[in-house]
């Protein structure tokens, strides 16, 4: 399947925050993929998977935006089963994946609809469902031609909860990112939840928070190891911590995973570069 | 008919702020959990089987609260052809009434008692003391509790949020109210050697004994104690009576059935392949039999779990009180089990403590104390569907309109404006407007609305310029396409 | 034969591992010897001070010993046999306090498991639990045969003497390590209510 992949097309799904508040994630990881020989294409009608939503309860308000994610994809994808759609989030990849199908099943008994009008829409899930695949889990699966030596840059690799336990996606990113030449640092309880939790953050955001700070006091024992930067494939989370540090005016580097793989395909990583990225926000 | 659980019912805020500031607490909960959810891993790599034993645990535990009620009955059955008795109570109060009934029926003055989350369930202490009759908890981390007054905030290890000094200090009073001669320090060695001897005193002078259990054996009658410190062996073989109270859904059909399930509450909630004692009680001592009661009494207790049966949340009923959920639960290590304000703490009790009341006491726990990391849903040995219930859990919620009206309207118009592409631009250019009085610095700090505790604590950067939408559509857009 | 010594080694490895101490006597003529040697050790290491009273049963295959001969020799043991069961409240009492005041209980076993290192003690009138319970120190002496692979296996041996007999034994109790607690600041300590210490002589 692989080999067909050099002229593969790849429907990009961005994921609203990084759409809103990281936008250079996404140009990263259009710029990764294209540097592999894909064809990456943006159908401009998606927003967001409504994640967000389902997790509160909020599960006909869920059920819209997912039948309209739906729609988007599958006129993107037109048919073509083989056609891939990358997301950039593995709690958006595992919303759409795990929870869709009966999400979509659910909803539509609940507004009236028949059961085989509720099947057709869980088994629509299902299908497009299947042709989704988290970013690294993409990049795993292309073999780099030259990959660096060592680069001496030292992160600590976040892995969103979803991710690890609803996609099963465990050390795959950290392969990756010593394939690609960084030094990954171990990071203490490094499968406990950042604290972010959708809107939880906003509405426990006392409970959030120390979970958070939990996150960042293990982060600095990895800074004392060597950690130069903190990344992850979920901007949910980099976004919780990231917002988390520059509230308590912590310049420490946070960088989505394409980032930092764009700027090693180009020669130009170095932790002067990374410290600028995370200033970006001051400058502007 | 709904349960009744005894709640805190100070208000969730109130019972949140406490355990936040609780630093003693926190470490202490930190500590435990992580050393515990860590041996439990440990336990399962160093085990071959233990997997292929829990994945039929499960099937077990299925099964038998699948046909329950023929279960209880051939139990009780086998219970009453070997000397003892048993009682059903549908609701809490029936269970006191019964176990009080017993007690005076026999002129007892002094119980010793097993952890059992059931009695927390009913307060039976209270119930006990109301009557002036003595009651003491032979579990050391539970003996610790009754002397402070307070309640269970793990469900294994109930003093979990104690320190040592804190012990030594409620050691000091007992010792002074029984005139015995105090631990000899704050060492741990030393406050347990001195819980040793005061409660040998007790186990002596009891005349009935209170235990929970673990598991009920339809086919043979037997009632399945496990403990670590071996007090449930001193209350089922010294004291006359024996009084066990037992929530229904610990039947197991078979004794085959037992072979499987008897080492998953010891594997996956301390990480040990046996605790150090497994008790059977299977009946009264026959006639020239040393030990154990001459008199055994089962209640088997309700009090809302059959409400569950026959529902998507039926597989709440395999729980075995192991732990597991709590000791990886990212927001129990932060807040302890007494924020929950529910004898049922962590992912287990706020999917539990609503199911079992119908929603009437302590609603807000499944929207404010998980963060859906699905670290429970993971560590569950019983593979209870913990995150997906505290999702269908907040969905019920909704429905019922228990959420303030304002937060509902916010998702509303979220996602009526999400759902086209058109609404979310538009809402994008209503952000870039709004956000100009909250930019500081080039960060956004605080916000109005359902967003607004964010900021409490937290920046955000302001929408970008452009976004990845619009950044596409200049460089890659129809315009720009060769 | 090698499968029983595969079986005896692997429950030692998890005894052992649980914090216990396994003896063993290769044939009856030595388990005399290595029974007092045993004795010796625990009680040297877990009480070196102060009166030894030792509480005892045995399985039938050893009802020939003669404890009294064997230990009586060790710091001035003296022994006591669990006598027959009395419904008695009066003789229940008397032994219930001598059993308080005793160092040792001295007891068979129904059966052993190798996969957990455990040993499973029934209640019947002429063996008891609580010389297995309320003395600091339990030594059990354990026929080899009667080491079973695993749990399973021990409980179904239970299962189908229970069928022979009409009942289940009214209690019974699988010891797996020594009483223990870790419900103050999360510190294993042991010997909260039952055993400090657990020893096991295993003979052929
Ligand atoms: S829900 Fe599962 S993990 Fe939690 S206590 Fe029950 S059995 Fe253990």
Redesign the pocket.
Known sequence: MKDEGREQTLQLFATCLIDLFRPQAAIAAVEVMERRGSTVEFPAAQTCCGQFSYNAGYHREAADLARHWIAVFEAALNNDSHGRIVALSGSCAAMIIKEYPLLLYRDALDRGDSAVEAKRWQERAERVGEQVIEFTEWLAQEKAANLPASLGIGVVYHNGCHMRRMLGITTGPETVLQDYGFSVVPIEDADQCCGFGGTYSMTEWRVSTAVADQKLQALGKAREMGAQCLTSADFGCLGHLGGRLSRRRDPFPVVYIAELIALTDRGQLTVEELQQMAHQKEKS | MAGQLPIDSRPWPVRRDQALQDKTMQQTIQFVTRRVANAKVAAYTAYPEGERLRQRAVGVKRRSVENMEEHLAVFAQQVEAHGGQVHRAKTAADAIRTVLEVAKNHGVQRVIKTKSMVTEELELNRAFESVGIAVRETDLGEYIIQLAHEKPSH?LAPAAHKNRAQIEALFDQDAAAYHTEPPASDDILALTQYARRRLREEFLAADMGVTGGNFLVAETGTLVLITNEGNADMVTTLPPILVSVVGVEKIVADWPGLTEVIQQPAL??VGQRLSSYTTMVSGTRGTDQWEGPDEWHVVLLDNGRTLLKDTPFEDVL?????????NVCPVFRQVGGHAYGSVYP???GIVETPLLTNFEVLPELPSVLCTLCHA?GE????D?D?PGHIVQLRKIKRDRHMDAAGVTRSYRWWARFWATPHGYRRSIRWARWGQRWFVRHGRIQSAPGLAGGWFNTRDMPPVASPTFHEWWERTRGKGHRS | MIETEALRNQFQRQFEALGGHVFYASNSERLPVVLASAYQAMVDRYLPDGPLQVVYWLNLDLSVLDLEGILGGIRGTQCICWPQGSRQHAVQEKWRDLLAESQVGITGAAWAAADTGSVALYSSPSTGLLPSLLMPIHIILLNQKRIQPSVSDGLKKLYQESETQGRMPPLVKLITGPSMTADIEGQLVIGVHGPTAIGVVVYE
């Open positions: 469900i996956s909630g395999s729980c075995i009180r192991c732990g597991a959920c709590l962590g992912p287990i429970c560590a569950c040995p019983m209870i913990l």
